[in-house]
C-alpha cells in the first residue's frame, strides 16, 4: 500500500523559513518523480514544485522560484520541501503526491493528507 | 502560460448524469488528468490520460477530450459523488503543470 506521510508544517511569521518533508512507502521511491501541491484555504489546487525520480531535475512555480527548494533523499524515501522568504500567500495545506512517471511530468496517483502552513505575525 | 477554465459549480439529481467541463486552447492535444476531492480530504485520481481508470474508481467515472474541451462524466449520480473535481494537464511549453480552477459537484 503506498503512503505518504507530510510533516513539517505549522505557524511561521512572515520571513521565517520551514521544511516540509514527506516521507513515503509503499512503492519503489527512486523510480518516481515526486511533487508538492498546495490549497490556500477555500481555494484550488496550486502546483508547486516537482522533482525527478533521481532529483537531477527540478521545476518550481514562478510564485515560489527563488524562495522554495524540493530535495529528495532516495536513501530514505523522502522528499523535502525548503521555505524561506515566507508570505501571507504562501499560507496553504501543501500536498505531497507521487508522480505516475519518471521525470515528474505526469498526474499524480497517489497523494499524503497534507499540511498545514500558516503564515502570520 | 497555459489556462485551464472550469465552471464553479455543477448540479444534478441523484441517479442522473454530471458532465463536468474542463476547458482549454486545444487541449484535446494534451492528456488530461482528473481529481476528485472531498471536504478535509486528500485529492483522489479518477480519471487520467483522458479517459483511463485507475483500479477502484467505479465505471460509473469517465472521461472525454476533444477540440478546447476536456470533459469528466459521472453516470448515475450517487450523493457520496459530492465533492470538488479538478482537471491537470502539463503545459509542455512553461514546463510546468496546470491546474483547473476547480468544479464543485453538488448532488440534489
Known amino acids: 500500500e503506498v503512503k505518504l506521510l507530510e510533516s513539517g508544517g505549522g505557524l511561521v511569521q512572515p520571513g521565517g523559513s520551514l521544511r516540509l518533508s514527506c516521507a513515503a512507502s509503499?512503492?519503489?521511491?527512486?523510480?518516481?518523480?515526486m511533487t508538492w501541491v498546495r490549497q490556500a484555504p477555500g481555494k484550488g489546487l496550486e502546483w508547486v514544485s516537482s522533482?525527478?525520480?533521481?532529483?537531477?531535475?527540478?521545476y518550481a512555480a514562478d510564485s515560489v522560484k527563488g524562495r522554495f527548494t524540493i530535495s529528495r533523499d532516495n536513501s530514505k524515501n523522502t522528499v523535502h520541501l525548503q521555505m524561506h522568504s515566507l508570505r501571507a500567500d504562501d499560507t496553504a495545506v501543501y500536498y505531497c503526491?507521487?508522480?505516475?512517471?519518471?521525470?515528474?511530468?505526469?498526474?499524480?496517483?497517489?497523494w499524503g493528507q497534507g499540511t498545514l502552513v500558516t503564515v502570520s505575525s | 502560460s497555459y489556462v485551464l477554465t472550469q465552471s464553479p459549480s455543477v448540479s444534478v439529481d441523484p441517479g442522473k448524469t454530471a458532465r463536468i467541463p474542463c476547458g482549454g486552447n486545444?487541449?484535446?492535444?494534451?492528456?488530461v488528468h482528473w481529481y476528485q476531492q472531498k471536504p478535509g480530504q486528500a485529492p483522489v485520481l479518477v480519471i487520467y490520460?483522458?479517459?483511463e481508470r485507475p483500479s477502484g474508481i467505479p465505471e460509473r467515472f469517465s472521461g472525454s477530450n476533444s477540440g478546447n474541451t476536456a470533459t469528466l462524466t459521472i453516470s448515475r449520480v450517487e450523493s457520496g459523488d459530492e465533492a470538488d473535481y479538478f482537471c491537470?494537464?502539463?503545459?509542455?511549453?512553461?514546463?510546468?503543470?496546470?491546474f483547473g480552477g476547480g468544479t464543485k459537484l453538488t448532488v440534489l
Open positions: 503526491a507521487k508522480c505516475a512517471d519518471y521525470d515528474g511530468h505526469g498526474f499524480s496517483d497517489y
Open positions: 491537470h494537464v502539463w503545459d509542455s511549453v512553461a514546463d510546468h503543470p496546470v
Open positions: 522533482l525527478s525520480a533521481d532529483g537531477g531535475t527540478t
Open positions: 490520460y483522458d479517459s
Open positions: 486545444n487541449i484535446g492535444s494534451e492528456p
Open positions: 509503499g512503492f519503489t521511491f527512486a523510480s518516481y518523480g
